[in-house]
């Protein structure tokens, strides 16, 4: 079957834009060169274009935000209407009584996320935030090195399980990450008595927007004493996509745990973290996965390392069959399970059935290949209307997520600009407006109209007229 998006990737070629506008001539060839006549031969040959009307999208807004914060999907809504008429209606015999039971809601919608990311299903857990999951984890895989176990990997001489115990080990990281997780590394780090400004070990970007692989692995090499490599899948900022299993393959020929912030990917871009050998991983639920606002977070960790006693232990993270025993002794769960730690907050998790069993329907293979048409379709149009616009982002698709970070120098002003005109995007200092085509709610002309939108806004400097966050009305 020809690939329906086909046309996208030859426009970013060149090949399909820069002609006349509609009607200016008579071939096809012609007509195809007209953004417009091309974004609505993408859409009505778009096998996914039906999924838009089951997302709550205003009718007035253009949302380019889903990297942020995804919407509503009335999927989403009804699996959260479920759980609070249960809680009416049921009321504590919710945890047992409920269809199905709320007492197992992590391990469940973990087996549901789990082919998202390549995972057997108990390597899968909702639970916490990001940022309380990378404490837990990268505290548990500190410890087992604190303790001389290292990672194993079959055939990789220094990952043979073990870890010299008199060297503190280093947390590898690069400067383009979240904050959040730094500061959540240097103070694991600072609570084993280890001192983050030595080990903590930061891999410089070359550009500013990206990380070279071959940076992380010239760190490795020139450090003998990294136990984890920590890396995103992809960029909070530029989108980078990261080669996953090039990175955990590296980390383990180091001796080094291999870990992953999946935030920017997860939902958008398959994952095979069990064939790539990751050792453990994070991801939100409220971004490209749709679950609201501070949804419950997400954890894998590789079937070989349950069993472990997580550095946050809690008492939603004992062995299920034994948890109402009450026993002062703390057994976990043989299962990423184990890393949950208390009561999970039922109402921001109920979201994440429905939206994604949406994403599972339309299937993550053709979200992805939608997604990189519609950034393959947004790049082009930039290149050829906006000559005051970079795209920050890699254009090759395998180094490429799901938003595309625009770079103009004004780019504070022309966020608020785009914003207040329906356009919703958002600004990460010090000059990008990221914008993303979330796949299962966006048609290409929807791509097309936020290109119009910033052609007209600095066409007619409409952006001088908002202030910054340095403040000043210009
Ligand atoms: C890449 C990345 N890591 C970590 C976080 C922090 O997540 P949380 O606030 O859920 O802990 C975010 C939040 O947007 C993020 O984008």
Avoid at 165 to 183: C, G, I, K, Q, R
Avoid at 448 to 462: F, T
Wanted: hydrophobic letters at 45%.
């Amino acid at each position: 079957m020809d690939d329906p998006y086909t046309p996208a990737r030859e426009a970013l070629a060149g090949e399909g834009l820069g002609g006349g506008a509609a009607g200016d001539g008579d071939s096809a060839d012609a007509a195809d060169a007209d953004p417009a006549v091309l974004a609505a031969r993408l859409d009505e040959n778009d096998p996914l274009a039906s999924f838009a009307d089951r997302y709550r999208v205003p009718e007035d807004v253009l949302y380019m935000d889903g990297n942020s914060l995804g919407p509503a999907s009335d999927a989403a809504l009804a699996s959260l209407d479920r759980v609070i008429d249960e809680w009416r209606d049921l009321l504590i015999s919710g945890w047992t009584d409920a269809d199905p039971p709320w007492f197992d809601v992590g391990e469940r919608l973990g087996d549901a996320l789990a082919p998202l990311v390549g995972a057997e299903p108990d390597e899968v857990v909702v639970g916490n935030s990001i940022t309380v999951n990378i404490h837990t984890l990268v505290g548990t895989f500190l410890d087992e090195l604190l303790a001389g176990n290292g990672p194993e990997r079959e055939g990789v001489a220094a990952a043979d399980g073990s870890w010299d115990a008199a060297v503190d080990p280093a947390v590898l990281v690069n400067e383009l990450d979240f904050p959040s997780d730094h500061y959540a590394l240097r103070a694991q780090l600072r609570q084993r008595g280890i001192d983050p400004d030595e080990k903590l070990r930061v891999v410089e970007s070359r550009d500013g927007r990206t990380i070279d692989p071959r940076d992380v692995e010239a760190a490795l090499a020139a450090h003998d004493d990294v136990g984890i490599v920590w890396m995103p899948t992809a960029l909070y900022r530029s989108g980078q996509l990261f080669d996953v299993e090039r990175i955990a393959t590296a980390a383990h020929k180091a001796g080094a745990y291999a870990g992953f912030d999946a935030a920017h990917s997860a939902g958008a871009v398959p994952h095979d973290f069990g064939d790539a050998g990751v050792d453990f991983a994070v991801w939100c639920t409220y971004k490209y996965l749709n679950a609201g606002p501070g949804s419950i977070g997400a954890l894998f960790v590789a079937e070989r390392h349950h069993g472990l006693d997580p550095a946050l232990a809690g008492w939603w993270g004992h062995e299920k069959a034994t948890q109402f025993e009450m026993n002062m002794t703390f057994t976990a769960a043989d299962s990423a399970g184990a890393w949950q730690i208390g009561t999970p907050p039922l109402l921001s998790a109920a979201p994440l059935e429905g939206s994604v069993e949406l994403l599972r329907e339309a299937g993550i293979d053709r979200l992805r290949a939608k997604s990189l048409a519609l950034t393959d379709f947004l790049i082009a149009l930039v290149d050829y209307r906006l000559p005051a616009v970079s795209v920050g982002t890699p254009r090759e698709h395998a180094a490429r997520g799901g938003h595309v970070a625009l770079e103009h120098p004004d780019g504070e002003r022309l966020s608020a600009a785009l914003t207040d005109r329906g356009v919703v995007v958002d600004f990460r200092p010090p000059n990008v407006v990221r914008v993303c085509p979330a796949a299962p709610y966006t048609s290409f002309a929807d791509v097309l109209e936020v290109v119009d939108e910033i052609e007209a806004i600095l066409d007619a400097d409409a952006h001088e007229a908002y202030a910054t966050s340095e403040g000043g009305v210009t």
